[in-house]
């Protein structure tokens, strides 16, 4: 049986800066709005909290039945290692995720923009089908796509509009800035996993670009932000204050594009996490200001 220390070594808390960064930046988009609303920021970011973690949990539990996380490198995996009972982490990712619903339902419910729900319910079915069901998009190279898409694009601008009521060219900018930082993120992790997923037959992005072509899209990656930060402050001269992060990323870049593998590459996930939130925090308040 899990204790709880393996329960929250399980929930990867690592990867909580891929939850917490969308919305602090679009909670910055929608204070330039001035239409900021402390509570359903909150409500927005136990949302996003509870998709992230109920994610991990469902990857856990999909990728432990399928034997795919027998041998891999990385955190503890509570099915893959025989920590937890497969049907355990089952019921751990069901509730997150349907605590998730819930909570965005009482979003939608309260703010009255009631179309959200279908964005609500294509994250929550996107986080299962990631590893889940017969043919999971993850296995597919689709992986980096959604987490683009959900943790960045619908996590900021969801933020912002639930608050405006619409959107900004600065919450867009944004979006995609936090969404190529959650982005990279993910591309280290299976930049590291490119041995045993090949092993398994799982065929992420990374498999199908190779270790260089991999090694290249993270560098790009985490270009980005940085190149619509200098941008944006041509428009908000204070968000050129983000720059400051970039160092953050020296020694992430320095694994990655100096050909780091296996465990070496894990703190290039830690870092990478934390410089996109920290770049998210100093968006928010430039904007705020």
Same mark, same amino acid.
């Given at each position: 049986?899990?204790?709880? %220390?393996?329960?929250?070594?399980?929930?990867?808390?690592?990867?909580?800066?891929?939850?917490?960064?969308?919305?602090?930046?679009?909670?910055?988009?929608?204070?330039?709005?001035?239409?900021?609303?402390?509570?359903?920021?909150?409500?927005?970011? /136990?949302?996003?909290?509870?998709?992230? =973690?109920?994610?991990?949990?469902?990857?856990?539990? %999909?990728?432990?039945?399928?034997?795919?996380?027998?041998?891999?490198?990385?955190?503890?995996?509570?099915?893959?290692?025989?920590?937890?009972?497969?049907?355990?982490?089952?019921?751990?990712?069901?509730? &997150?995720?349907?605590?998730?619903?819930? /909570?965005?339902?009482?979003?939608?419910?309260?703010?009255?923009?009631?179309?959200?729900?279908?964005?609500?319910?294509? &994250? =929550?079915?996107?986080?299962? +089908?990631?590893?889940?069901?017969?043919?999971?998009?993850?296995?597919?190279?689709?992986?980096?796509?959604?987490?683009?898409?959900? +943790?960045?694009?619908?996590?900021?601008?969801?933020?912002?509009?639930?608050?405006?009521?619409?959107?900004?060219?600065?919450?867009?900018? &944004?979006?995609?800035?936090?969404?190529?930082?959650?982005?990279?993120?993910?591309?280290?992790?299976?930049?590291?996993?490119?041995?045993?997923?090949?092993? %398994?037959?799982?065929?992420?992005?990374?498999?199908?670009?190779?270790?260089?072509?991999?090694?290249?899209?993270?560098?790009?990656?985490?270009?980005?932000?940085?190149? #619509?930060?200098?941008?944006?402050?041509?428009?908000?001269?204070?968000?050129?204050?983000? /720059?400051?992060?970039?160092?953050? #990323?020296?020694? %992430?870049?320095?694994?990655?594009?100096?050909?780091?593998?296996?465990?070496?590459?894990?703190?290039?996930?830690?870092?990478?996490?934390?410089?996109?939130?920290?770049?998210?925090?100093?968006?928010?308040?430039?904007?705020?200001?």
């Amino acid at each position: 049986m899990a204790t709880v %220390s393996e329960w929250i070594e399980g929930a990867r808390p690592r990867t909580l800066p891929n939850a917490i960064a969308p919305v602090v930046a679009g909670v910055g988009a929608a204070i330039a709005l001035d239409a900021f609303s402390w509570w359903r920021s909150v409500l927005a970011l /136990l949302v996003a909290l509870s998709l992230i =973690i109920g994610v991990n949990y469902a990857n856990d539990y %999909s990728d432990g039945v399928r034997g795919t996380d027998e041998n891999r490198v990385g955190p503890l995996r509570l099915v893959g290692s025989g920590t937890a009972a497969p049907k355990a982490v089952l019921a751990a990712a069901l509730v &997150c995720l349907g605590l998730a619903g819930v /909570l965005g339902l009482l979003l939608v419910a309260l703010t009255g923009f009631w179309w959200l729900l279908i964005m609500g319910g294509v &994250c =929550i079915l996107g986080a299962w +089908f990631y590893t889940g069901g017969k043919k999971p998009y993850g296995y597919y190279g689709f992986g980096e796509i959604a987490v683009f898409v959900f +943790f960045g694009l619908a996590g900021v601008l969801g933020t912002v509009y639930v608050q405006a009521g619409r959107v900004s060219w600065a919450g867009l900018a &944004c979006a995609v800035a936090v969404g190529t930082f959650s982005t990279a993120v993910l591309t280290a992790n299976n930049l590291r996993d490119i041995p045993t997923d090949l092993e %398994s037959g799982k065929r992420t992005l990374a498999t199908r670009l190779g270790d260089q072509g991999t090694r290249r899209l993270y560098l790009v990656l985490v270009t980005v932000p940085y190149v #619509l930060t200098v941008i944006l402050g041509i428009w908000h001269p204070l968000l050129l204050i983000t /720059l400051i992060t970039a160092p953050m #990323l020296l020694k %992430s870049v320095r694994a990655v594009g100096g050909g780091k593998v296996g465990r070496e590459l894990i703190p290039a996930l830690r870092d990478t996490g934390l410089a996109m939130l920290a770049w998210a925090i100093l968006s928010a308040i430039a904007l705020a200001l």
